[in-house]
């Protein structure tokens, strides 16, 4: 049974950074998506960030780019996502997704079967 566990969110001035973790467990894919989505009050989820394989492939939200590091540790099955230089519009319940398949549009919701329940992340001015 694949179980995502988010951890690292907290309440920040603009700024400042974050690391937010996800602690991937029964999850056995290296060749398959794995992402950061956020879902702001009254918003549509939407990716953040995601990585593909063994982290050759890497993929950004233009909001967020420049900003924003996603990492992947295969090792100890963990996703990481480095977070500099937030923003108010940040805030958002940040989730951990990975797919259950190669393939698939890394910003599509679809393409991930295995969610984790999110961290908070607010961002004060």
């Known amino acids: 049974q694949v179980q995502l566990v988010e951890s690292g969110g907290g309440s920040v001035q603009a700024g400042g950074s974050l690391r937010l973790s996800c602690a991937a467990s029964g999850y056995t894919s290296s060749s398959a998506w794995m992402g950061w989505f956020r879902q702001a009050p009254g918003v549509e989820r939407e990716a953040v960030a995601a990585?593909?394989?063994?982290?050759?492939?890497?993929y950004y939200a233009d909001s967020v780019k420049g900003r924003f590091t996603i990492s992947r540790d295969n090792a100890k099955n963990r996703l990481y996502l480095q977070m500099n230089n937030l923003k108010p519009e940040d805030t958002a319940m940040y989730y951990c997704?990975?797919?259950?398949?190669?393939?698939?549009?890394?910003?599509?919701?679809?393409?991930?079967?295995?969610w984790g329940q999110g961290t908070q992340v607010t961002v004060s001015s």
């Open positions: 997704a990975a797919a259950g398949t190669s393939g698939g549009s890394w910003r599509a919701l679809a393409t991930y079967k295995y």
């Open positions: 990585i593909y394989a063994g982290g050759g492939i890497v």
